[in-house]
Antibody, heavy 116, light 112 residues
Framework: EVQLVESGGGLVQPGGSLRLSCAASGFTFSDYGMNWVRQAPGKGLEWVSFIGISSSPISYVDSVKGRFTISRDDANNSLYLQMNSVRAEDTAVYYC?????????WGPGTLVTVSS | DIVMTQTPLSSPVTLGQPASISCRSSQSLVHTDGNTYLSWLQQRPGQPPRLLIYQISNRFSGVPDRFSGTGAGTDFTLKISRVEAEDVGVYYCLQATQFPLSFGGGTKVEIK
């Protein structure tokens, strides 16, 4: 059974940093690209970043370029999102999603709250 | 960047009746490889999104056949042939033809 579980969310001050993790199981992680998608409270879905097989290609939405870094550790079946210089508008539930024919499996999400 | 526009914002439906959601992209979603990477996702209250349809019209594993997708180029439609209580939620279209990926704004399906 494919499972994705995010962790690392929490309360962070504006300008601070946070590292999100996504633990994958039930499939060969190294064979798939992965996405981060976020959802601000009461709002719609926003794609954040993608990392391909063997970490290529990598892409970001403009609003996080230069602040967020996506990475993966295939040996440990894990996906990461390093979030630096966070802003209030980064407050959201962050989901990781496997990319196959589409974003076919999603984790339950982890909440990031940026507030002083 | 590709902008995805969904209509309607809300769709009150009687149980057993059909529902239809439209999604329009600001440019063609046909990829250079010939595929069209347009998918539909369902998000039930308090749940993460769930893939329903991929590449316009292909139902994902375990998705009931009352869900169907049609369209081409820039215009796409998700249809629910007979709405059931478990179909309540917000539906999103998603284009993955070009970075940045982009979602429609969402359509809330609710029971009258």
């Amino acid at each position: 059974e494919v499972q994705l579980v995010e962790s690392g969310g929490g309360l962070v001050q504006p300008g601070g940093s946070l590292r999100l993790s996504c633990a994958a199981s039930g499939f060969t992680f190294s064979d798939y690209g992965m996405n981060w998608v976020r959802q601000a409270p009461g709002k719609g879905l926003e794609w954040v970043s993608f990392i391909g097989i063997s970490s290529s290609p990598i892409s970001y939405v403009d609003s996080v370029k230069g602040r967020f870094t996506i990475s993966r550790d295939d040996a440990n079946n894990s996906l990461y999102l390093q979030m630096n210089s966070v802003r209030a508008e980064d407050t959201a539930v962050y989901y990781c999603a496997r990319e196959s024919v589409a974003s076919d499996f999603w984790g339950p999400g982890t909440l990031v709250t940026v507030s002083s | 960047d590709i902008v995805m526009t969904q209509t309607p914002l809300s769709s009150p439906v009687t149980l057993g009746q059909p529902a239809s959601i439209s999604c329009r992209s600001s440019q063609s979603l046909v990829h250079t490889d010939g595929n069209t990477y347009l998918s539909w996702l369902q998000q039930r209250p308090g749940q993460p999104p769930r893939l329903l349809i991929y590449q316009i019209s292909n139902r994902f594993s375990g998705v009931p056949d009352r869900f169907s997708g049609t369209g081409a180029g820039t215009d796409f439609t998700l249809k629910i042939s007979r709405v059931e209580a478990e179909d309540v939620g917000v539906y999103y279209c998603l284009q993955a033809t070009q970075f940045p990926l982009s979602f429609g704004g969402g359509t809330k399906v609710e029971i009258k």
